[in-house]
Each structure stands twice: as C-alpha cells, then as structure tokens.
C-alpha cells in the first residue's frame, strides 16, 4: 500500500510493508525541486535515517531498475 500527497513544496510517497512478517518500517520519500530524500524510522537506534538524492541520482536510479547488470552512463540533454 501506498499514499501520495502534493505538500506546499513537496510531493510525499509513503510506502507502506504489507508482505508477511517480520514487516519492515514505512519508507516516506519527500520529492522536492531539486532533491528527494527517502526517510525510514530505525528501531536499533530510535532515530529517523535519511538518504538524500540529487535529481540525476534519481533518473540514474529510475533507469537502472530496467537494465541488468553492468556499468552505465545516461547521456544527458544539455541544457
């Protein structure tokens, strides 16, 4: 399950574990302008991680889901 909601300067994508247990934590993924930030509550340590992506991270990451393994380089647009 999954819910997405359009925040003043962000887009928010909660994932939500309902395989069988042990379940793992929500995942919230805030989609800003420049960046996307993937947040996830730790138990061990009682904290909240976050792992911050640049907008290229992301369309690296969104490209490699459909590739099988080895080393790639997307070609760009130039601006």
Known sequence: MFSIEHE???TVITLVD??????GEDVVINMFE???TI???DARTDTMQ???LSTT???????A?????GVYMLKRDEP
Do not use: W
């Not at 309902?18 to 379940?23: D, F, K, M, Q, R």
């Not at 991270?57 to 490209?63: E, F, I, R, Y």
């Open 50 to 52: 976050k792992i911050t």
């Open 65 to 69: 889901l459909d590739l099988p393994e």
């Open 8 to 10: 003043f300067d962000s």
């Open 18 to 23: 309902e395989g069988a247990p042990p379940l």
């Open 57 to 63: 991270q992301v369309q690296d990451l969104s490209a």
């Open 34 to 36: 420049d960046c996307v």
């Open 39 to 41: 947040e996830q509550y």
